[in-house]
């Protein structure tokens, strides 16, 4: 019945981020969706209109960009899926996804209050890792202007979004305070499944990426 809605919310999502530099394109928030319809797949209690709404939606105002404002997303999906006419349950449904699914610290707990917002938490957080995660940490760090790595700062766990926020850190401290972690956070078996091969591959690449920093590889 709503089919249109996600075409329209994906094509909305699609001109919105063209271009976008920082790790939050189109490309990962389609990665997101398509990751989170795979992982769905073995809920079948899950109302796939929420879970795809909310993964299209998920970054549609990050905080980081807005001024530290979290609830400019939420807002921002919200206002988007009135303009659609969707009814209200709906709408506040993906609106609560939004405000859990973000990482907020390694101290800090992030559940999740329902099945479609684990696995849209579960596939944000696969995006992290792997391969991509590697190239969108390195994005992000260019983009705020980190190092790639400095051996004399050394990794802390924020244990308040606040002090994650604040953090300006080299990007492999990143893997330490976020990537490395990432797979013993998530809420679904299929995420755990599909993060083995990608956490596999981060450690061995920080593990080269050390060796080469100090020539000893
Ligand atoms: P997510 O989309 O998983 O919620 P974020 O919005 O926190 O993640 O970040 C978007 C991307 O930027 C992710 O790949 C994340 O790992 C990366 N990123 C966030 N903070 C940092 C940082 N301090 N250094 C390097 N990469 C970062
Ligand atoms: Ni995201």
Redesign the pocket.
Known sequence: MYENVIDATAQFIEQKFAGEG???DWA?IRR?WLMARRLTKAYPEADPLVTELAALL??IA?W?FHGGDYEAGPRAARAWLQSQGLPEPLIARVETIIRE???KGLGVATPVSSIEAAVVQDA??L??IGA??IA??????GH?G?PLHDPAIVPVVHDSFASYQK???P?L??FY???LHLKDRLNTDAGRAVAKERHAFMEAYVARFLAEWDGAD
């Open positions: 920082s790790g939050h990962h997101v998920h970054d990050d980081k699914v973000s990482f944000d957080r995006d992290a991509i995660g969108r940490a390195f994005a992000y760090g705020t980190r953090n300006s850190a990007t401290n990143h305070e976020k990537l």
